[in-house]
């Protein structure tokens, strides 16, 4: 009997928590929306391999005189080019794909897919090609030679060096000559609890076509789309498993 | 035998009175010498004590960097943005400096030591302009407002 009233104490305890929380959640500030504050984790807790992050593209919805996600990358991350755009930085990138037989195109952005087996990590010399627990694949610019296997190695040519000195870079995204860089899904972004600035920018656009979230949560809508809903990784057959899966291609 | 030895002391006390007078000399000097002026910055007190910091910071950067970087851990009190937004010092126009200019905060030892620093290559040595993204209605706070509440945080907690 005390076991069982003790049973209940906790499951009380835990619905008062879980209330307390939900009401602090939805008071903290307006127009913040609540599943974002909800995935924030602690500022002092390190990413575990529980969340895996990725992107479901929809290049159905993808326009092409649209360049919001584009824009909006360059804007958060403060890339700006010099005007080479065969050495300018370019973390993600419009590309048109064509049937020659039926000629039927279609749109997509293309950046780093966060790959489960990244390339660019089993090539790099000095272990600067990481990725995170989380699924994230980063440049730990630190420790970059800028020797470029990992662009060497990168099946979808995600990845750009910086040919030149660089000044007024913003403050959360470090960037400097001589390294090796790409996109970063983010990150610093991610780990406040917000989604990345190329998919808050194609909701924004009202296309909706790149969708950001968990794959490991089943209760996300990300997973639950992908296993409703076709959806294929390019270049499939190398089995990287990237954590970019596109839907219209 | 003798002789040798007494010559080699002789030596010895000619040196050690040369190396003495050479360093009070020296010392004089240094004593003239213009001290860093390090600018005051936001705040009541430092995260740490001042002596610690001058010792140690850089060892306190090169482990937030790492637990940051490959960990996800973006505690306030070690991280090189907070030392940034709290460091700042404007120009007479009231606009923040960055590291080009020699009154910068992390300039002023720096220069004074002879020791170069590196992480504004690739680091911002100023901090970012406050902005909030119109977008989903998610608020983007940048140093200087996350700034204000900082010190009023215990170390290592976050907003």
């Known amino acids: ?249 | 035998m003798a002789t040798r030895r007494s010559a080699y002391l002789r030596r010895y006390a000619l040196f050690a009175s040369l190396s003495i007078m050479v360093s009070i000399i020296s010392v004089s000097v240094f004593a003239g010498a213009p001290v860093p002026d390090i600018p005051k910055g936001k705040g009541d007190k430092c995260v740490e004590d001042t002596q610690f910091m001058r010792e140690s910071h850089m060892d306190l950067l090169l482990h937030q960097r790492d637990d940051t970087l490959r960990r996800g851990i973006r505690t306030k009190k070690h991280s090189l943005k907070e030392c940034i937004a709290c460091h700042v010092v404007k120009d007479s126009n009231n606009q923040a400096i960055s590291a080009a200019n020699p009154k910068h905060f992390c300039r002023q030892c720096h220069d004074y030591a002879s020791v170069n620093i590196d992480c504004f290559q690739c680091h911002a040595s100023k901090p970012g302009k406050k902005s909030v993204s119109t977008g989903l209605g998610t608020i983007r706070p940048d140093s200087e407002f996350g700034l204000a509440e900082a010190h009023s945080l215990k170390g290592g907690d976050a907003l």
Not at chain 1, 44 to 55: I, K, L, N, P
Not at chain 1, 120 to 128: N, R
Request: proline share 5%.
């Open chain 1, 1 to 249: 009997m005390k076991q069982q009233q003790n049973k209940i104490d906790t499951y009380r305890r835990k619905f008062l928590g879980e209330g307390v929380a939900l009401a602090a959640t939805v008071t903290i500030a307006p127009g913040v929306l609540l599943h974002n504050i909800a995935r924030a984790k602690p500022a002092e807790e390190a990413v575990t391999s529980e969340v895996r992050w990725g992107f479901l593209i929809d290049a159905n919805k993808c326009a092409s005189d649209c360049n919001a996600c584009v824009t909006a990358c360059n804007e958060e991350n403060g890339l700006t080019g010099f005007d080479r755009p065969e050495t300018d930085a370019q973390w993600i990138r419009k590309v048109t794909v064509r049937d020659k037989q039926t000629n039927f195109s279609v749109n997509l952005p293309m950046m780093c897919q966060h790959c489960a087996e990244p390339p660019c990590v089993d090539v790099c010399p000095t272990g600067a090609s990481m990725k995170r627990e989380d699924g994230i694949v980063l440049v730990d610019k630190h420790i970059c030679i800028g020797c470029r296997y990992c662009m060497m190695a990168c099946p979808y040519k995600a990845r750009s060096f910086v040919h030149e000195t660089l000044t007024d870079q913003l403050p959360d995204m470090p960037r400097g000559k001589g390294t090796v860089e790409s996109c970063t899904l983010c990150v610093h972004r991610v780990d406040r609890g917000e989604t990345p600035a190329c998919a808050e920018a194609c909701v924004d656009a009202e296309k909706g076509a790149i969708l950001f979230g968990d794959l490991n949560d089943a209760n996300s809508d990300i997973a639950k789309r992908i296993a409703a809903e076709a959806s294929t990784q390019v270049r499939g057959d190398l089995r990287l498993d990237p954590g970019v899966r596109y839907q219209g291609i």
